[in-house]
């Protein structure tokens, strides 16, 4: 049995796809009433696990939400494209309802999905299209338009399997443009991890479109929690050292952003250690924030998790190391606990040379 959980679309958007038919020899077009946003693909599963599958899914509940259609891709295997689709801008309802069905679905034994969540509705089938590339083809789709919105009103049982298909009543919207300060403010104000925070939701962060340095660090600690200042504790006061930069200057939003990976404090494992930052908040929050932020010239990956968000896998030590390949845009830095004093010493070349070259590409941008 294969399977997939995604929402369906109001017959409205699926009637406007559905003109753009034609146009590609041998595409294999998705009829209208096939058109759906994949939230997950499960794929291959006996019916006994599917069972478990829709158990676990039945429960879920879907907040209304906005989806705003914009721009038009493929996907390609071995240098050719198979599929066309047209995109969905994430937001972050949207993020947490793939999130909650991640979740439910390793809760019903799925190995977690490690491909990244691009949402978006798929138009055609390419393997058999003549030519391999499309590129008229593509430009015709971006020429869909303008970008449609509408809102799902009523809250409603996730679609839990192909099979359990449903419409939900659309309504037309109109929407100002996002700005810095407004989704900002959505971040401060977000709970969707209320419930796994040991001391409630306080999300932490300053950000602004004219910044030229950005910060992702891990996740505040109790101090910061507390205060409501980003990096207000021993470890901000190793990183101002490293960077040689004044609080003042640390803390002009204006020049400086600070975004971390988990925006609110996580607590403490049982060993004493930090915990992770709450996976779903970088998802949620980042790509949301970042394209309002086009000043960045150099973004400070300060840590194991932001490195692996923004440079894949590899040790902080390796990363660190190997610096030079991800310059100018982005700088690895271990992260500035009382551990990293013992790792400075075994690596002298921390200091010697990372050090001064970090230090004159923060004064050069501060100005």
């Given at each position: ?227 409501g200042i980003p990096w ?24 400086v952003a600070i975004m ?108």
């Amino acid at each position: 049995m294969r399977l997939f959980v995604g929402l369906d679309l109001p017959w409205p958007i699926r009637e406007q796809l559905d003109r753009l038919d034609g146009g590609i020899p041998g595409a294999r077009w998705v009829p209208d009433e096939n058109l759906h946003l994949t939230l997950r693909f499960i794929g291959e599963v006996a019916p006994d696990q599917a069972e478990e599958i829709d158990l676990s899914l039945a429960s879920l509940r879907g907040r209304g939400l906005t989806l705003t259609f914009a721009g038009v891709g493929t996907f390609a295997k071995a240098g050719r494209e198979t599929q066309l689709w047209v995109g969905v801008e994430r937001n972050p309802a949207l993020n947490h309802l793939q999130g909650k069905i991640e979740f439910a679905l390793q809760r019903a034994g799925l190995a977690p999905e490690r491909r990244r969540f691009i949402p978006h509705v798929t138009l055609a089938r390419l393997d058999d299209a003549v030519p391999p590339r499309m590129p008229l083809s593509c430009r015709r789709i971006i020429c869909f338009g303008p970008r449609q919105w509408f809102s799902i009103i009523s809250p409603c049982s996730v679609p839990c399997l192909a099979k359990m298909r449903r419409f939900i009543p659309p309504r037309w919207i109109t929407r100002l443009p996002d700005t810095i300060a407004s989704v900002a403010g959505q971040a401060r104000a977000c709970t969707l991890c209320a419930d796994s925070l040991p001391r409630g939701p306080r999300p932490i962060l300053r950000v602004s479109s004219s910044a030229r340095i950005l910060i992702i660090g891990q996740a505040p600690g109790t101090r910061v929690h507390e205060t409501g200042i980003p990096w207000n504790d021993a470890s901000g006061n190793r990183l101002r050292s490293w960077m040689a930069i004044s609080s003042d200057d640390f803390y002009d939003e204006a020049r400086v952003a600070i975004m971390p990976m988990g925006l609110c404090y996580p607590g403490v494992l049982p060993n004493g250690g930090d915990a992770r930052p709450m996976p779903i908040c970088a998802p949620t929050w980042h790509p949301l924030l970042l394209p309002l932020m086009p000043k960045i010239e150099l973004t400070l990956a300060v840590g194991g998790y932001a490195q692996a968000r923004l440079l894949g896998k590899g040790t902080v030590n390796d990363r660190v190391r190997d610096y030079a390949r991800f310059l100018p845009a982005i700088m690895p830095l271990p992260h500035p606990s009382w551990r990293t004093i013992g790792w400075e010493r075994r690596n002298p070349w921390f200091e010697a040379e990372i050090l001064p070259l970090l230090r004159s590409r923060i004064a050069s941008l501060l100005g």
